[in-house]
């Protein structure tokens, strides 16, 4: 086990010789990749930790990090950069194993049941939780660094404000937030653009907080949010939102949620849907969908647009603001650190490092693998009142 690790370090560190690394061995041992300051030593810290990463793909060395039967020293995202490395991918897991991760896949299909169960895996932890880390609105997606000095708090809000110029935000509008959160995009629409709306999530803490919320601020009822799923969403809209909820729905639903979103907008109606997704599609990720997502699956842009085209709805724009995720998620983890003993008290060592390999897998997917984070803009047929460039996102 040691040689083939031995021999899959030496070559990830002659295709990528900065930066040098080291391994530790349970037995004290110790070896080096590259020459100068190591960036991060990888620690495997029993005998087992060696079988979890040679011979269970992602889902074994995501566990053993979790457990610690693994450990890394210094620089965690650097190690996980070489995770898109072609000689790690071919790692394979047994068929067995695949077959039991598929199963349980196919489990987690979000069915409108399941997606309730799936939703309350990751969303209900609390709170309280969240409140730790995420800002002060409560915003859990991308942030929008249009000014590269703002704060995490400024960054959200200036995403909440490039999502309103996209849909041409004007008071009087009917805004449905598909996958709403804690509220923090209706909140800003209704308080700087006098809109009214709507908000669904599957999540009864979000819902609770969100309302609360809302009516702390005057907003409610002219805003407010509904514990539903998006296919019980009702009522009639000119403006559509939709952002970070679309990783939940499953490929298989595709169409179920774009011929819902067009029968819930009037004609010409202006649509913004903001997911993480990928360029190209690659297998799921085991870990990920076991521990962190359930029923979660990132799409392409081709597997959108075409159900997108047959529902009706037209692709009039679409922006990737990667590297903008790869930063808000560095902002997350600085938090989340900053608290890791609350969290730790909370819910326990093995919680606070499953949730921080999560964290900076994510941000690095975002800064050097294959994932996107896509705004795409739609209308209801064609509009013609859209503006002809972009300018008025920019100006004013
Ligand atoms: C990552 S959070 C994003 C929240 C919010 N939009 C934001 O930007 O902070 C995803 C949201 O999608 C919601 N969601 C997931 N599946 C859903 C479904 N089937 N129906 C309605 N909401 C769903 C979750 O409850 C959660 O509120």
């Known amino acids: 086990m040691i040689e083939t690790i031995d021999r899959l370090l030496q070559q990830l560190s002659r295709s990528r010789p900065e930066p040098p690394f080291g391994l530790k061995l349970w037995d004290g041992s110790e070896r080096r990749y590259g020459q100068g300051k190591l960036a991060f030593v990888l620690d495997l810290c029993t005998p087992e930790a060696a079988v979890d990463v040679v011979a269970r793909g992602s889902l074994g060395f995501g566990e053993a990090y979790m457990t610690g039967r693994l450990d890394v020293q210094g620089d965690l995202q650097q ?37 309730r169960e799936n939703v309350r895996h990751h969303y209900d932890l609390g709170n309280d939780f969240y ?78 907080w969100a309302n609360e919320r809302l009516r702390a601020e005057g907003l409610h009822p002219r805003v407010r949010v509904e514990l539903k799923d998006y296919r019980e969403a009702e009522g009639e809209f000119n403006k559509f939102v ?10 298989e639903f595709y169409s179920t949620f774009f011929e819902k ?9 202006i649509g913004v849907l903001h997911t993480i997704g990928k360029d190209v599609e690659t297998q799921l990720d085991p870990w ?17 647009a075409e159900p997108l085209g047959n529902a009706g709805l037209l692709l009039t724009d679409l922006e990737n603001l990667r590297p ?48 996107r984070l896509y705004q795409i803009t739609f209308t209801k047929g064609i509009n013609s009142g859209l503006p002809w460039t972009r300018e008025c996102l920019y100006t004013g």
């Open 79 to 115: 190690l996980l950069a070489f995770e898109s490395h072609p000689a790690v991918r071919e790692l394979h897991i047994s068929a067995l194993q695949k077959a039991k991760f598929m199963a349980g896949y196919l489990r987690a299909r979000n069915s409108a049941k399941r997606s």
């Open 131 to 208: 409140r730790l880390w995420l800002d002060e609105s409560m915003t859990y997606s991308c942030a929008y660094w249009r000014d590269d000095c703002a704060t995490l708090e400024e960054a959200q809000e200036a995403k909440h404000e490039h999502l309103c110029r996209k849909l041409q935000l004007e008071a009087g509008d009917r805004l449905v937030d598909i996958g709403c959160g804690w509220g923090g995009m209706l909140a800003y629409a209704a308080r700087n653009y006098g809109v009214e709306g709507v908000g669904y999530t599957l999540s009864t803490e979000q819902c609770q």
């Open 242 to 251: 939709s952002i970070g909820m679309f990783e939940h729905v499953g490929k």
């Open 261 to 269: 979103t067009a029968s819930l907008l009037t004609p010409e109606a």
């Open 288 to 304: 990920v969908t076991t521990y962190i997502f359930p029923g979660g699956y990132l799409p392409t842009v081709a597997q959108m």
């Open 324 to 371: 903008h995720y790869g930063r808000t998620l560095d902002e997350w983890i600085a938090r989340f650190e900053a608290h890791r003993d609350e969290v730790a008290a909370r819910f326990g060592e093995e919680f606070v490092r499953m949730w921080r390999y999560y964290l900076n897998a994510s941000a690095v997917g975002f800064k050097t693998g294959g994932t």
